[in-house]
């Protein structure tokens, strides 16, 4: 007769043991989950890292643009608040001078005219009395016409300084995010580079180190020549900045960003130019062709004009390109090109 017993159970101890298989299979996979992300290779980081810089001379654009604000707002609120003291002591003396015709006709004209000619001894003393009374209601007429329009226009001046004063203010905030904004992206340029080994960051030094080298002393400007005397003095002075670092905000002399360098250039050949790049793109006559551009032009690249350079000829621009690099020469075509300014 067949057999009908139950198989045995599994013993305790083999439970245990596939149990513990099991949640050492699971451990592993959740570590295996949460590895750290291959790091990445120097082709990618450099990508990342030149985008945040492009970024970072955005932000720096717009913090020489506020920055710029902020010097002019600073001369017109010292100016408005100088034009209201004097206004207020203008009308403090007006005041003074009709408070004096006011004691003065309140000394001389204390009872009724008519009743006073009556009274007279002396008609014809009277009569002069009478004169200067008309006359010193005149003057306090005047200068109670004059002490109102003197308050409408201290009313007025004040609210002007209240206004510029706020309006500086708001642009010291916009000046310190603009600020904190470009130290943002330099940050996380740097965090990514922090993430490569000391020989990929060394390669990446090395390479820019030979770019810069090879773009600043053996680059062909062919025979190109400026259209303008001034244009061809800036880019004589701005020639003697290569080598000079990339420093955010910065207008010279041992350090520039963009449009510092720039402005400083064309500062050395006696002409004023605004000091960012956005306003450099409309500080003359626009060239929208690159083969008709002149040595020192300015050249404003890309479609915000956050970026300016100088042209030195032969499709080669002297600029200062970025955070991490120094003054040199480049292809024109490395960036998005928008037009020529002729100074």
Known sequence: MASHRRPKPASRTRVTVLTATAAAAVALSAQAAQAAPA???????????????EQAEQATERYNAANEKLHTLQKDA???????????????????????????????????????????????????????????????????????????????QRAEATTKL???????????TRKAEAKEKLAKAQSILNTLTAQQRAQIAYEDSLAASRASQRVDLGNATAATQRAAAAFEAGKTRIGMPYVYGASGPTAFDCSGFTSWAYNQAGVSIPRTSQSQASAGTRIYSASQLGVGDLVIFYGDYHHVGLYAGNGMVLHAPRPGTSIRYESIGNMPFQFGVRI
């Open 78 to 156: 010292s100016s408005l608040q100088d034009q209201v003291a004097r206004q207020q002591q203008h009308l403090n003396r007006l005041r003074d001078g009709l408070g004096a015709i006011a004691a003065s006709q309140y000394r001389s004209g204390g009872i009724d005219p008519s009743l006073q000619l009556f009274l007279s001894s002396n008609p014809d003393s009277y009569l002069d009395q009478a004169s200067t009374l008309d006359q010193l209601g005149s003057l306090q007429a005047d200068a109670l016409s004059q002490l109102q329009d003197a308050k409408r226009s201290l009313d007025q």
């Open 166 to 176: 706020a309006e500086l203010q708001a642009t010291r905030t916009e000046l310190a």
């Open 39 to 53: 790091k990445p290779t120097i082709k990618d980081a450099k990508a990342k890292v030149n985008a945040l810089y």
